[in-house]
Nanobody, 121 residues
Framework: QVQLVESGGGLVQPGGSLRLSCAAS????????MGWYRQAPGKQRELVAT???????NYADSVKGRFTISRDNAKNTVYLSMNSLKPEDTAVYYC???????????????WGQGTQVTVSS
């Protein structure tokens, strides 16, 4: 079983910055993808960014150039550095981990409890 604990959310003014962290505990298989998703009120959950074990990244178009995802494999922790924040970035941000024991195995997926990010003046 994998547990994810997020931190770093809060209230920030437009143009400001925040850094989210997500620490994973439990056994993480070597084949894994860590990521961040967000859900704004009345909207579906959407992908923000993902990063593979080999540090290959993927970003939503809306955050490219402003957000940076990174990971510390030794700590099983994924980070999301958010700059130039906009009111439309306001949402609950969820940490996500997908992993599998081999290329022939099914992906297993876990979610964090979510952390609120509010961008407002």
């Amino acid at each position: 079983q994998v547990q994810l604990v997020e931190s770093g959310g809060g209230l920030v003014q437009p143009g400001g910055s925040l850094r989210l962290s997500c620490a994973a505990s439990g056994t993480i298989f070597r084949i894994n993808v860590m990521g961040w998703y967000r859900q704004a009120p009345g909207k579906q959950r959407e992908l923000v960014a993902t990063i593979t074990t080999g540090d290959s990244t993927n970003y939503a178009d809306s955050v490219k150039g402003r957000f940076t995802i990174s990971r510390d494999n030794a700590k099983n922790t994924v980070y999301l550095s958010m700059n130039s924040l906009k009111p439309e970035d306001t949402a609950v941000y969820y940490c996500n981990v997908k992993h599998r024991s081999s290329v022939f195995s099914t992906w297993l997926e876990y979610w964090g409890q979510g952390t609120q990010v509010t961008v407002s003046s």
